[in-house]
Structure formats: structure tokens, C-alpha cells
């Protein structure tokens, strides 16, 4: 007797039409979302699908014009912010047709064009694209052919819509807040900007001058100072380790990103440094980990989540031809307080260290 499991034959759309007792075309339109079909129509076909276990084959999706299939762009997965944009998208996105499919590209500007072209290629309906380091000129090249939405870059365009944060509110919230407790040496680690991506206003460059601004407004001006460094733990430990072993260490640091922060907080714990009793430390982001003990570390939520979302729902009208005219979105960020700040001492304890 043979055991081998038996091929199946794949179920068709004709398949569908016998089964829900409508036409072929019915059908189509409802895997299109097409304009006319009734509720009842929807729900006839949608649970014929359902018992029979039909998937659409994307190939075919394809030669008709959509593929249901839209590309995420981010540059590494280790950023715990990132796992909130895509609950965003997967959560506007979980009701209907439509896969997400991801692209780590890396930090360089060349493997992040090499991805978009090869989702391009691959025809996928639209793109999602996370703080891209690549060209802008390119960027806009691939929006101007598929539907597009950048999330984290400030600069606008008609050919691509945009997710951002009120950056520059973001720093002043949490200039303000270390102000109120004391501190007036307040540092800044930021993301270094690349030279080849021509974006005029990319989220660390606006972080930067609303961190500016607020020290500005404060008459601080000669205590600012910006640690640039990769939105990583091992680029927050080194900026870390820089600005702490530094002559005249600040008594607060606040980070751009909170995978950055914990590296600062790695340094600071090897230094011997106690947050908050030493060191104040602000992330950005507010992700899951800032919340965790010991940690504990105050930070401003941007709304991951919801810029997820929004970018995800804006991207289906463009693609779907509900809309073409090009929009931003922004969020308004909130301070998180925590654990991880507090008024400084009267004496200074940290100087410059050698371990």
C-alpha cells in the first residue's frame, strides 16, 4: 500500500464560483475588492474560500496587476522600535488581502537600493520604507512607479506619502523635563546622518535641533553637545564610554533611540556610574524594554504602533486609487517617566576614567 501523500490538486477560482453558486467574475471581484459587491455577495464567496481552502496564486495576482504583497524596508532587526511599526502595519493590514514582506537591508546606502529595487522588481504593490539611508533621488525615482510611504524622514514630496514624529517637540519634552530636575550639562546621542542620502531632514537632524532649540531656551547653549554614533547598543555603549570619560562628563544624557540608551546605561554600569543617582538617562521610543527592570528608563513614545498603522493604511489608498494627492502624518510624542532620571548632586562624582 502506498503511503506517500497523495498530491492535490489546487483549488481554482473557478473551483470557488461552483462551490459559493456565482459566477467566475463575482468571484474576481471580490478578491479585488472591487466597487458594487454587496455584503452578501462578500460573504458568500469569502466562506467558499474559506471551506475550501483557497489561496490566490500570487504569480497569476500578478499578470493582472496586483500582488497583494507589500515590501517593508527597515535597516536591521535588532531595533526593538521597529517590532512596533510592523505590529502597526500587520495590525491595518490583518483584515484584508494584503502580506507584508520584510527587507533588512543593513546600514548602507547601497544594500537598501538594492533591496527596494529587488522588491520593485518583484512586483509588489507598495512600499513601506523605514528611515531609508539610501538616495532620496532614488527614493523618489521608485515612488514616482510604486506607491510608497516613508516613515521617519521629514521631507516631503508629491510622489510618496510620509509617517513622522514631532521630533523637535520630542527633545524639547525631554530638555524641559531634566531642566525642571536640575541638570544643565544635558548630552545628546544622536544617529550619525550619511553623506550620500541628500535628506534634508532626516529624524536625527530634526531631534538635533529641537535638542539645540531647548538648550537654547533655556540659556544652556554652552553645555550642549551631540555624541553622534550608529541607533545600536554597541553605538550608545561607545558614545557612552566617550562622553563619561570625558573631563567634564554631563550629568544627563539623553539618547535618540532606546536600543541606544541601554548601551549608554551598559557603559555607565562598567564605569561604575549610577543611573539615576550619577547619570540621568532619557531613550527615544519608548519600546517594551524600557519598561523592564532594572532599567526602568524614561522615554518618549512616539507611537510606534500607530505609525505602523497609518503608513499601512495610507499606502492601501494610494494603492487602491483612493487617493493620490500626497500626505503626512505626524505624531505627538509623550514623556514617559520613569526610573532613570532624577535631580543631580550637589558634587560631581564623575570625572575622567580610565577603566
Request: glycine residues 8%; proline residues 5%.
Amino acid at each position: 500500500m502506498d503511503s506517500s501523500p497523495k498530491r492535490t490538486k489546487r483549488v481554482t477560482i473557478a473551483d470557488v464560483a461552483r462551490h459559493a453558486g456565482v459566477s467566475t467574475p463575482a468571484v474576481s471581484k471580490v478578491l479585488r475588492n472591487a466597487y458594487g459587491v454587496s455584503p452578501a455577495m462578500q460573504e458568500r464567496v469569502r466562506a467558499a474560500m474559506a471551506e475550501l481552502d483557497y489561496r490566490p496564486h500570487a504569480a497569476a495576482r500578478g499578470m493582472r496587476g496586483r500582488t497583494y504583497t507589500i515590501g517593508v524596508l527597515l535597516d536591521n532587526i535588532r531595533n526593538p522600535f521597529f517590532a512596533d511599526i510592523l505590529d502597526g502595519v500587520h495590525d491595518q493590514l490583518r483584515d484584508s488581502d494584503y502580506t507584508v514582506l520584510l527587507g533588512a537591508a543593513g546600514f548602507g546606502a547601497d544594500d537598501q537600493a538594492k533591496t527596494i529595487r529587488s522588491m520593485v522588481d518583484r512586483r509588489m504593490d507598495g512600499l513601506i520604507l523605514i528611515a531609508p539611508g539610501t538616495p532620496r533621488s532614488e527614493v523618489l525615482t521608485m515612488a514616482a512607479a510604486t506607491p510608497t510611504v516613508v516613515i521617519g524622514h521629514h521631507d516631503t514630496a508629491e510622489v510618496h506619502d510620509s509617517v513622522v514624529d514631532a521630533d523637535a517637540v520630542g527633545a524639547r519634552l525631554v530638555v524641559d523635563h531634566l531642566v525642571s530636575l536640575g541638570h544643565r550639562d544635558i548630552a545628546l546621542v544622536a544617529a550619525a546622518g550619511t553623506k550620500v542620502s541628500l535628506w534634508k531632514r532626516t529624524p536625527e537632524v530634526v531631534l538635533t535641533n529641537g535638542y539645540l532649540e531647548a538648550m537654547r531656551g533655556h540659556d544652556l547653549q554652552e553645555h550642549a553637545r551631540v555624541c553622534r554614533t550608529a541607533y545600536s547598543d554597541d553605538g550608545g555603549y561607545k558614545a557612552g564610554r566617550q562622553l563619561l570619560t570625558s573631563a567634564e562628563p554631563p550629568t544627563a544624557i539623553m539618547a535618540g533611540a532606546d536600543v541606544a540608551a541601554l548601551g549608554v546605561y551598559r557603559a555607565a554600569h562598567q564605569l561604575g556610574v549610577r543611573v539615576p543617582e550619577e547619570l540621568s538617562l532619557v531613550g527615544y521610543n519608548n519600546t517594551a524594554i524600557a519598561a523592564l527592570a532594572p532599567v526602568q528608563l524614561t522615554s518618549v513614545d512616539q507611537a510606534g504602533q500607530e505609525m505602523g498603522a497609518a503608513a499601512a493604511k495610507m499606502l492601501i489608498e494610494r494603492v487602491e486609487g483612493h487617493r493620490n494627492r500626497a500626505m503626512q502624518t505626524s505624531m505627538t510624542p509623550q514623556l514617559v517617566i520613569r526610573h532613570s532620571t532624577a535631580p543631580p548632586r550637589l558634587t560631581p562624582v564623575l570625572g575622567l576614567r580610565s577603566s
